[in-house]
């Protein structure tokens, strides 16, 4: 089968390669692809970054979904034909804090499937059976209503739900400020959206362009405000009655933006932070002191996160389909990793090539 293979750590070492369909135990599945999304993780490792979580040579696509394609003879819990996603968990020790208290994602030894293990830019993906004996939610059943497409993306959909609701704790009636308009962005909007927030400010650069603001305003952005060209503090400011925003999501990542977070967000209230920067921050801790604002990083999702959403996607009240700006096949990836470098797409979806 074809498969997008990053092969070494280094700036591009990443190619189309023939692998063999794997080989399952009695204990795993096997799981035939029908889509996978592109993240701006798969574009980072194509850049060589995020070394410490990879594990080359790897298959990469972390966001996909599929049916049952094989099963082990041990296996009772599915069938061939299920329709399924997965939350890329590959292993976990399930004997670490994190493990322990179902946080998964946090697991110091956990290889995520599309990066520390083979991943979902091909035809197969295979399950291992001990991770979904320690992790049974790994894998789950995808909903009538949903397509492949819709539900290869759910991954950062539940990132965003995540940061919103389950970690800024947004209520109905709060003020919502998102820096960044990509997808991560736009699906933190949507999640403030479900949650009441009375306004909700999509931030970013005018480079971003005006379809990114149009779909942030699709979304549920009531404002949207571009940080280059506008007072970022006196618009949002004036937005708010002076009062500021109760959260503010970074999905931004670059940290000169905590400095636009901190200006913004009022009183005893919360910063979550998505977006990565590997520099330094170089600036004073002491606001976060002074107005006692929380900072909380964010990775991931959980149980909690994949049920709400595809409960709010089967509701009509999370909007999975416009997210989707286009279609490719596995071989066109390198086109795909260059047309989100551009920003000229939002989340791509990568079928795998015919056998």
Not at 59 to 77: M, P, R
Not at 266 to 293: C, E, M, Q, W
Request: glycine residues 10%; hydrophobic residues 40%.
């Amino acid at each position: 089968m074809k498969a997008v293979v990053k092969y070494g750590y280094g700036k591009g070492e990443t190619e189309l390669r023939d692998v063999p369909i794997p080989e399952i135990g009695d204990d795993d599945l096997l799981v035939e692809v029908k889509a996978a999304g592109v993240c701006g993780s798969d574009i980072a490792f194509d850049n060589g970054q995020h070394k410490e979580i990879l594990n080359p040579p790897v298959i990469l696509g972390h966001e996909f979904s599929g049916v049952v394609a094989k099963v082990g003879k041990n296996v009772t819990k599915w069938k061939v034909g299920d329709r399924v996603v997965s939350d890329n968990t590959g292993e976990v020790c399930g004997e670490c804090y994190a493990c322990n208290t179902a946080d998964f994602l946090s697991c110091p030894e956990r290889k995520g499937i599309g990066y520390g293990m083979d991943g979902g830019f091909t035809n197969y993906v295979k399950i291992l059976g001990k991770t979904l004996a320690r992790v049974p939610h790994s894998l789950m059943r995808i909903p009538d209503c949903m397509s492949f497409e819709e539900a290869a993306i759910l991954d950062p959909a539940c990132n965003g739900y995540m940061a919103v609701v389950q970690e800024a704790k947004v209520m109905p009636g709060d003020f919502v400020a998102v820096f960044g308009v990509g997808a991560l962005g736009l699906f933190s909007i949507q999640a403030a959206r479900a949650a009441g927030a009375a306004k909700i400010i999509a931030i970013a650069l005018s480079s971003d362009g005006e379809s990114r603001f149009e779909m942030a305003r699709h979304c549920g952005a009531t404002h949207v405000v571009k940080s280059d060209i506008e007072d970022c503090r006196e618009t949002v400011m004036k937005i708010t009655n002076g009062e500021g925003v109760s959260c503010v999501v970074d999905a931004a990542g670059v940290n000169v933006v905590m400095k636009s977070c901190l200006s913004i967000v009022r009183t005893a209230g919360i910063i979550v932070k998505i977006g990565y920067d590997h520099n330094p921050y170089n600036n004073s801790l002491d606001p976060f002191i002074d107005g006692a604002i929380a900072l909380k990083g964010h990775f991931g999702y959980d149980w909690v996160s994949w049920r709400n959403v595809m409960n709010l996607v089967e509701a009509g009240k999370f909007d999975m389909k416009c997210m989707i700006s286009h279609k490719m096949h596995v071989s066109e990836f390198r086109e795909a990793f260059d047309m989100v470098r551009r920003k000229e797409s939002i989340k791509i979806i990568l079928y795998p090539e015919a056998l």
